[in-house]
């Protein structure tokens, strides 16, 4: 377990190959946590038969799912400062194939419902754990585009259950099909104990801090205002695209505006392609000029808000150039939240990055929950009871729930960013133009002193 402080991340100029070996199969680990995480989306309907359970109890295993998630990310953010990513991916991994164990021979609601815990739990495990890895093997400089790939190539887990899973549910059976995902989550938990490994050789470590040496991190993780800007840009940046994506999108354009599945299914597409393209722009952006990263987010906020403002205001429903505009800013959501991510790793020093990135990960999926409920909640409000023919006068009442939560998310921005800036204008550090000092020590990964 290393307990090295953020001044021993390496300082290479150029990453080892050692690092890329590592890096790999922790996004192997990672892809195949989202293609758990995704499976059973793709598979509603025949989840719907096997259970004889209607629309509302499938999505209460979405809900669930993400709940055991988010709920999560601390405490498993505190297990993995003193156990290290090897154990933690490792725990994921088989989590999440005990879980498509249980899913594979489930025959009833509740047993499925306690299958997606199982789920969650590994699926929450495995992300800020692979985060932790990056921030050790890799140079400074590159962790924001490391990461951003991470996220990107990570969702190839999503098409695997799109494709894949889908052709194999629909040629053998239910069981047959998460039988096999059971499998190769066992040989994922067996590829990382082979071949990943904690630390570059020659890291300092130390023994495993103790119930009261933890508890004192997670309290300084918390104090630090580099944390918490970290935790409000995820929340701001990364819910609306994630709730269009993965619940609402979909029934908004097709039964709101009108549009054919194909369209609605190709908008979303675009939505994860944009997101490939921009992902490592932003960690560019973030690599080269670390004190403007809040600019970034505040162009991304401002232009979804402008986006959803005018769609949801346009007098009937809106043109398709307007929807695809939409779409295309959605896209930046995600990769716009990973900066969230780059704030608590040059705030905070090593030993405790798994805490930080597991306090900044609450940000997003806790406003995702809450907007997916709210969006749900509004649209049976203004529609008659047991109808799902909603209007698109509910659809813009259920989306209006997203600005309260853009202003939460921007005034913990400002208010933190404000005392970051106020820190640094003590410590004697020159916003603009970057003082090479102060870049040489963010591309080295060191937190900020």
């Given at each position: 377990?290393?307990?090295?402080?953020?001044?021993?991340?390496?300082?290479?100029?150029?990453?080892?190959?050692?690092?890329?070996?590592?890096?790999?199969?922790?996004?192997?680990?990672?892809?195949?946590?989202?293609?758990?995480?995704?499976?059973?989306?793709?598979?509603?309907?025949?989840?719907?038969?096997?259970?004889?359970?209607?629309?509302?109890?499938?999505?209460?295993?979405?809900?669930?799912?993400?709940?055991?998630?988010?709920?999560?990310?601390?405490?498993?953010?505190?297990?993995?400062?003193?156990?290290?990513?090897?154990?933690?991916?490792?725990?994921?991994?088989?989590?999440?194939?005990?879980?498509?164990?249980?899913?594979?021979?489930?025959?009833?609601?509740?047993?499925?419902?306690?299958?997606?815990?199982?789920?969650?739990?590994?699926?929450?495990?495995?992300?800020?754990?692979?985060?932790?890895?990056?921030?050790?093997?890799?140079?400074?400089?590159?962790?924001?585009?490391?990461?951003?790939?991470?996220?990107?190539?990570?969702?190839?887990?999503?098409?695997?259950?799109?494709?894949?899973?889908?052709?194999?549910?629909?040629?053998?059976?239910?069981q047959t099909t998460f039988l096999g995902a059971a499998a190769t989550g066992v040989l994922v938990g067996v590829l990382v104990l082979v071949a990943l490994r904690d630390a570059p050789p020659g890291t300092v470590t130390g023994p495993p801090p103790g119930l009261g040496e933890l508890r004192r991190r997670l309290a300084d993780t918390w104090r630090e205002s580099g944390t918490r800007i970290g935790l409000y840009t995820h929340l701001v940046t990364q819910f609306s695209g994630t709730v269009f994506a993965l619940l609402w999108g979909y029934p908004f354009l097709v039964v709101?505006?009108?549009?054919?599945?194909?369209?609605?299914?190709?908008?979303?597409?675009?939505?994860?392609?944009?997101?490939?393209?921009?992902?490592?722009?932003?960690?560019?952006?973030?690599?080269?000029?670390?004190?403007?990263?809040?600019?970034?987010?505040?162009?991304?906020?401002?232009?979804?808000?402008?986006?959803?403002?005018?769609?949801?205001?346009?007098?009937?429903?809106?043109?398709?150039?307007?929807?695809?505009?939409?779409?295309?800013?959605?896209?930046?959501?995600?990769?716009?939240?990973?900066?969230?991510?780059?704030?608590?790793?040059?705030?905070?020093?090593?030993?405790?990055?798994?805490?930080?990135?597991?306090?900044?990960?609450?940000?997003?999926?806790?406003?995702?929950?809450?907007?997916?409920?709210?969006?749900?909640?509004?649209?049976?409000?203004?529609?008659?009871?047991?109808?799902?023919?909603?209007?698109?006068?509910?659809?813009?009442?259920?989306?209006?729930?997203?600005?309260?939560?853009?202003?939460?998310?921007?005034?913990?921005?400002?208010?933190?960013?404000?005392?970051?800036?106020?820190?640094?204008?003590?410590?004697?550090?020159?916003?603009?133009?970057?003082?090479?000092?102060?870049?040489?020590?963010?591309?080295?990964?060191?937190?900020?002193?």
């Amino acid at each position: 377990m290393t307990t090295s402080t953020a001044q021993d991340a390496p300082a290479l100029a150029r990453p080892t190959a050692r690092a890329y070996v590592v890096w790999v199969v922790a996004l192997v680990a990672y892809a195949v946590a989202v293609f758990h995480r995704s499976s059973l989306g793709v598979a509603a309907v025949e989840a719907q038969e096997r259970f004889s359970a209607g629309a509302s109890a499938v999505s209460l295993f979405l809900v669930v799912q993400l709940a055991v998630y988010a709920g999560l990310q601390i405490p498993v953010g505190v297990a993995l400062d003193r156990l290290g990513s090897r154990r933690m991916i490792l725990a994921g991994a088989l989590t999440m194939a005990a879980g498509q164990l249980v899913l594979a021979l489930a025959s009833d609601v509740p047993t499925a419902v306690a299958a997606r815990v199982l789920v969650g739990a590994g699926d929450a495990m495995t992300f800020i754990s692979v985060l932790r890895l990056v921030a050790l093997w890799f140079p400074g400089r590159t962790v924001p585009l490391i990461t951003q790939l991470t996220g990107i190539l990570g969702q190839l887990g999503s098409i695997a259950a799109a494709y894949p899973l889908v052709a194999l549910l629909h040629g053998t059976s239910w069981q047959t099909t998460f039988l096999g995902a059971a499998a190769t989550g066992v040989l994922v938990g067996v590829l990382v104990l082979v071949a990943l490994r904690d630390a570059p050789p020659g890291t300092v470590t130390g023994p495993p801090p103790g119930l009261g040496e933890l508890r004192r991190r997670l309290a300084d993780t918390w104090r630090e205002s580099g944390t918490r800007i970290g935790l409000y840009t995820h929340l701001v940046t990364q819910f609306s695209g994630t709730v269009f994506a993965l619940l609402w999108g979909y029934p908004f354009l097709v039964v709101g505006q009108g549009r054919s599945p194909g369209t609605a299914a190709a908008l979303l597409t675009l939505l994860v392609l944009v997101a490939m393209c921009v992902g490592p722009l932003f960690g560019r952006l973030c690599g080269r000029w670390p004190l403007r990263r809040s600019d970034l987010v505040f162009t991304i906020l401002a232009a979804t808000v402008a986006a959803w403002t005018v769609v949801l205001l346009w007098p009937g429903r809106a043109p398709l150039p307007v929807l695809i505009v939409l779409v295309v800013i959605l896209g930046t959501n995600g990769p716009g939240s990973m900066i969230g991510f780059d704030y608590a790793r040059t705030w905070n020093p090593v030993e405790r990055q798994g805490s930080a990135s597991g306090v900044v990960n609450v940000g997003g999926f806790v406003a995702s929950l809450l907007t997916i409920l709210a969006v749900g909640a509004v649209l049976d409000l203004l529609t008659p009871e047991a109808a799902t023919a909603y209007s698109l006068d509910a659809f813009r009442a259920a989306f209006a729930v997203q600005y309260v939560i853009w202003a939460v998310g921007l005034i913990g921005v400002l208010r933190h960013r404000r005392l970051l800036r106020a820190r640094m204008a003590r410590d004697g550090v020159v916003l603009a133009p970057l003082h090479a000092a102060v870049a040489a020590r963010f591309r080295g990964g060191s937190a900020y002193r």
